[in-house]
């Protein structure tokens, strides 16, 4: 069992910056792959961006450059650092997590995937 909580969302203008966190509780993260999701109104569950257990990161296409995702698995914390931040990046942002690794694919993460979830914080971004 993998208990994660989500911090950091909140209010921005367009351009600025933002790190959300996630620490996990319960196991050990170290051989779990890492993913932040995001979900808009009226939208599907969208993978952002994922890292596996060996360190390999994943990106979608429409954060490529401006997201990145890091892992502090000494302190069971995963970040999201997010830049150039656009409304379109408004959503519920969640972090979760699935024992194992993924490898060096090269597509984002499936929320089927992953059996761990926080309860998400809100990042609204105004132009």
């Known amino acids: 069992q993998v208990h994660l909580v989500e911090s950091g969302g909140g209010s921005v203008e367009s351009g600025r910056s933002l790190t959300l966190s996630c620490v996990a509780s319960g196991n050990d993260i170290r051989r779990y792959s890492m993913a932040w999701f995001r979900q808009a109104p009226g939208k599907e569950r969208e993978g952002v961006a994922s890292?596996?257990?060996?360190?390999?990161?994943q990106y979608a296409s429409s954060v490529q450059g401006r997201l990145t995702i890091s892992r502090d698995n000494a302190n069971n914390m995963v970040y999201l650092h997010m830049t150039s931040l656009k409304p379109e990046d408004s959503a519920i942002y969640y972090c979760?997590?699935?024992?194992?690794?993924?490898?060096?694919?090269?597509?984002?993460?499936?929320?089927?995937?992953?059996?761990?979830w926080g309860q998400g914080t809100q990042v609204t971004v105004s132009s």
């Open positions: 890292t596996g257990a060996e360190g390999y990161t």
């Open positions: 979760a997590a699935v024992r194992g690794d993924f490898g060096q694919r090269r597509y984002p993460p499936f929320a089927t995937e992953y059996n761990y």
